[in-house]
């Protein structure tokens, strides 16, 4: 069965500190990863896909396939960054995607 | 990105009516259309996938008589809540992707149903 876990509910941090999401899974296959972001009143969008491999807002995030994660990073946070994050899933073959709990970041000024 | 818009972002029922819900992309083709629940503070849950012209797939656990899904074009699925009761009151989110293996996936901005 697939899993995806974002321990941490909500995360605040300071304007200019670095910003770790964590996301770990659970998948007996090949997943892709994704990371999905939803800014206030507005609708879940793209942030980014481990098979693309680029950096989307400062936002990075590798997958480890030996500790299973795909934690996203940013180095400097920004108040415009805070927002509800959600880490995806897709199975090998499959349509649909599986989502974490989501973490709501805080940016403090 | 391509836009995908739901209707109506939210709507007040009665218990034992019937809800419909929209979801249309507006700038391709959606050949597979995801409905999604969500509880407050939760993930978005899977309900069901469908391709146009073919009945849907349900996740386990959902009822499909009672979570009606339609996608009869390449721009419009619905989903109809029959005979709604209280406990279907959630937030629902569509999600539509074209063909290809690699096609993003586009959300709707999801619609608040409140059953009373």
């Known amino acids: 069965a697939q899993r995806v876990t974002q321990p941490e509910k909500l995360l605040s941090v300071f304007k200019g500190a670095p910003v770790e999401l964590k996301c770990n899974y659970s998948?007996?296959?090949?997943?892709?990863l994704f990371w999905y972001v939803q800014y206030s009143r507005q609708r879940l969008q793209l942030l980014l896909r481990?098979?693309s491999r680029e950096s989307i807002k400062g936002f990075t995030a590798d997958l480890n396939k030996g500790e299973t994660s795909f934690h996203l990073k940013k180095p400097f946070a920004q108040e415009e960054d805070s927002a509800m994050y959600y880490c995806?899933?897709?199975?090998?073959?499959?349509?649909?995607?599986?989502f974490g709990t989501g973490t709501r970041l805080t940016v403090i000024p | 990105g391509a836009v995908v818009s739901q209707h109506p972002s939210r709507v007040i029922c009665k218990s034992g009516t019937s809800v419909k819900i929209e979801c249309r992309s507006l700038?391709?083709?959606?050949?597979?259309m995801f409905w999604y629940r969500q509880f407050p503070k939760q993930s978005l849950m899977l309900m069901a996938t469908?391709?146009?012209?073919?009945?849907?797939?349900?996740e386990q656990g959902v009822e499909k008589d009672k979570f009606l899904i339609n996608h009869a074009s390449l721009t419009l699925s619905t989903l109809t809540v029959t005979s709604a009761h209280p406990e279907d009151s959630s937030f629902y989110i569509c999600?539509?992707?074209?063909?290809?293996?690699?096609?993003?996936?586009?959300f709707g901005q999801g619609t608040r149903l409140t059953v009373v």
């Open positions: 999600s539509a992707r074209a063909a290809g293996p690699n096609t993003e996936a586009f």
């Open positions: 998948y007996s296959g090949s997943p892709e």
């Open positions: 481990h098979i």
């Open positions: 995806a899933l897709k199975g090998t073959g499959a349509n649909n995607l599986f």
């Open positions: 700038d391709f083709q959606a050949t597979t």
């Open positions: 469908s391709n146009e012209g073919s009945k849907a797939t349900y």
